[in-house]
């Protein structure tokens, strides 16, 4: 099996700043693509950034400029800088990781998500 969690959401001021964790762990062979998702209440979860097993990098315009993706391959670690926060970035922020499992199986996995929530 394969577990992802997300980690380092909150409560932050507009035009703040976060840094958001996603950990890949369990029966994992090799990680392709790693990418963050948000969604908001009422709406569809939308893609925020990816980062492809080539490490490229594909932002939506709403976040270019403002957020930076990376990764940590020897920990199979995900993070996403997250700066000058505007309130309507406020949503659920959720994690997803494909590549190959020990059971020579593809897998896309999803984590449960953090809170972050951009208020005055």
């Known amino acids: 099996q394969v577990q992802v969690v997300e980690s380092g959401g909150g409560l932050v001021q507009p035009g703040g700043s976060l840094r958001l964790s996603c950990v890949a762990s369990?029966?994992?062979?090799?990680?392709?693509?790693m990418a963050w998702h948000r969604q908001a209440p009422g709406k569809q979860r939308e893609l925020v950034a990816r980062?492809?097993?080539?490490?490229?990098?594909d932002y939506s315009d709403s976040v270019k400029g403002r957020f930076t993706v990376s990764r940590d391959n020897a920990k199979n670690t995900l993070y996403l800088q997250m700066n000058s926060l505007k309130p309507q970035d406020s949503a659920v922020y959720y994690c997803?990781?494909?590549?190959?499992?020990?059971?020579?199986?593809?897998?896309?996995?999803w984590g449960r998500g953090t809170q972050v929530t951009v208020s005055s």
């Open positions: 980062m492809s097993g080539d490490s490229t990098i």
């Open positions: 997803n990781v494909d590549g190959l499992s020990t059971a020579w199986l593809d897998f896309d996995q």
């Open positions: 369990g029966a994992i062979v090799r990680i392709s693509a």
